[in-house]
């Protein structure tokens, strides 16, 4: 993005935006009459949509309560955001219809499209917008949904009604505010409908939260506002955590439409299956694992073993993660526009020159007891992971590898709190997690996690030419430049062998033959849409 440069985006709205039914406002259409059903509908010529999903933040769509609560809220198609991510991870307009920003970039003036309506009949205007924006960073410290990491609580909004457009003032000069705006904490909702937000979100988005059970599901039915064709009358979500059970619903026809199976021999049978189809996409996730060199893997040579010592690409092809992952060796996925290719990777599998490297630098087994020494002590790696998209999977074969060059492992296997409490406690020498690395279409947050000066640094890792390079990206305007500096630091971190990478995840959605049409994003923001089609 060039400084000087004016960014206008204009799309053209659907014919069918001029459709709106209803007129007026005032917070008194709920979710429980948003949609008129017909006796045809109701004596079953209705068109139901069964989805079979995980469940996040104890079903919460709240987009102020948590992150996950605003995931849910726009993955189950309630909300939409100004801005959205397209397949390549590009912004792209949605809510909004254009926008221009200042030269220092602190001045943004969005302009909004024409003829959107909140699911609860509002018109979705300049001033709603405002609305909504302070709302959520008003009330999201109340939560843990932080909102000021995409938006600044300093920033000012202030909304012209009768031009249709929005200025947002920051302190601080973004980027791409477009990028975090796109983020569904910052997802557009009528804060004056007096429903229960936890469950009640009013957004602009095809669907509406009818009912919610807990530990079960919601029921959702067609916005009748919604400015395009919706396709569904109603959509029935349920919860499954299991992996397996998403695919048994599947097959018995308890639902049309899955996410992310993760158990191989399941998805596998089912892209077999001509009665299925299996929609995969590149997605924006690694899977990785920090290492903690505040203990004895800040040894250099150990480290560089390690990374020697695993056959990456086998892990991500074997039977257990069957293509779920896509092998690389960077923090960053190559998927992204950030110079993958051009990366070199000095640790490439080689358990014999890792045996090699480690007899040279005196980290042997004198005791005879299969176990290499460092300092006098045997090497046991504490191993933490979670049960979440097979890190378990990739803990369990990465310690089969290891044994085979005389490293031990321990694994700690519990819940996702205690991974993170693990790792935030320096409890671990390899903590396995899963990231989604361009929340807003920058990885800068992400790089910040091998930053020396940032409270998000667990591992403990310290490179003062890396700590250059990000402070120098905090502030750099150019795209170009800024490609630049992301690759450089990516080297660094290969070096240096400061992570463990498991591997790229691919996203799924699976559905049957009652569907004509589903897919699913590159960003994970999106699962449900009026883009998913019936059969007939």
């Not at 406002?25 to 004596?43: I, L, Q, R, Y």
């Not at 299969?370 to 790696?381: A, Q």
Request: hydrophobic share 35%.
């Amino acid at each position: 993005m060039k400084k000087n440069t004016k960014k206008i985006i204009a799309l053209g709205m659907a014919a069918a935006m001029a459709l709106g039914t209803l007129a007026g406002c005032g917070g008194s259409k709920t979710p429980e009459n948003a949609t008129n059903v017909s006796s045809e509908s109701s004596s079953g010529g209705e068109k139901v949509l069964k989805f079979g999903c995980q469940m996040f933040a104890d079903g919460s769509i709240d987009v102020a309560r948590d992150v996950n609560s605003a995931w849910n809220a726009m993955r189950y198609g309630i909300t939409e955001s100004l801005f959205k991510f397209d397949d390549s991870m590009n912004v792209v307009p949605w809510l909004a219809d254009s926008y221009e920003v200042s030269d220092d970039h602190k001045t943004w003036t969005i302009k909004l499209k024409e003829g959107i309506k909140f699911s609860d009949g509002c018109d979705m205007t300049a001033t709603k917008v405002k609305e909504s924006l302070d709302y959520v960073r008003n009330e999201g410290p109340n939560g843990s949904s932080n909102p000021e990491k995409f938006l600044e609580f300093e920033a000012e909004v202030t909304a012209d009604d009768a031009a249709n457009t929005i200025t947002i003032q920051t302190k601080t000069a973004y980027i791409d505010l477009t990028g975090n705006l796109a983020h569904p904490v910052m997802a557009i909702t009528d804060v004056a409908d007096t429903k229960d937000k936890v469950t009640s979100t009013i957004g602009t988005g095809p669907y509406v939260a009818q009912s919610f059970k807990d530990q079960v599901g919601y029921d959702l039915v067609k916005n009748t506002n919604y400015y395009e064709e919706v396709p569904y009358d109603r959509v029935e979500l349920l919860y499954m955590g299991d992996a397996s059970a998403k695919a048994m619903a599947l097959q018995n026809g308890q639902v049309d439409l899955v996410e992310n199976i993760t158990n191989v021999s399941d998805i596998q049978k089912l892209q077999e299956n001509e009665n299925y189809t299996v929609d995969i996409a590149p997605g924006i996730r690694t899977g990785f694992a920090w290492i903690n060199q505040a203990g004895v893997l800040g040894n250099d040579t150990l480290r560089k073993a390690i990374l020697m010592s695993i056959d990456y690409k086998t892990i991500c092809e074997s039977n257990t993660i069957g293509g779920l992952y896509t092998p690389g060796f960077s923090v960053l996925p190559s998927s992204l526009s950030y110079g993958y290719d051009t990366l070199n990777n000095p640790y490439e599998y080689n358990p014999e020159a890792a045996m090699k490297l480690m007899d040279d630098a005196g980290i042997v087994d004198t005791d005879g007891d299969g176990i290499r020494e460092l300092d006098g002590k045997n090497i046991n790696l504490t191993v933490v992971s979670y049960e979440n998209r097979l890190l378990n999977d990739f803990a369990d074969a990465q310690a089969q590898y290891l044994s085979k060059v005389g490293i031990a492992t321990t694994a700690k296997y519990g819940s996702g709190d205690d991974q993170w409490s693990s790792l935030v406690a320096g409890e671990y020498d390899l903590n396995q997690n899963n990231w989604n690395t361009a929340a807003t279409g920058d990885p800068i947050d992400y790089l910040a996690n091998w930053y020396s000066k940032c409270d998000s640094d667990y591992c403990a890792y310290e490179n003062a030419e890396y700590d250059k390079l990000y402070e120098q990206l905090l502030v750099e305007m150019d795209a170009d430049k800024r490609v630049e500096l992301i690759k450089k630091m990516q080297q660094i971190l290969i070096d240096d062998a400061a992570v463990v990478i498991d591997g790229y995840y691919n996203s799924s959605m699976i559905y049957s033959k009652n569907i004509a049409s589903a897919h699913i994003q590159t960003a994970d923001y999106y699962w449900i849409s009026n883009k998913i089609i019936p059969a007939n």
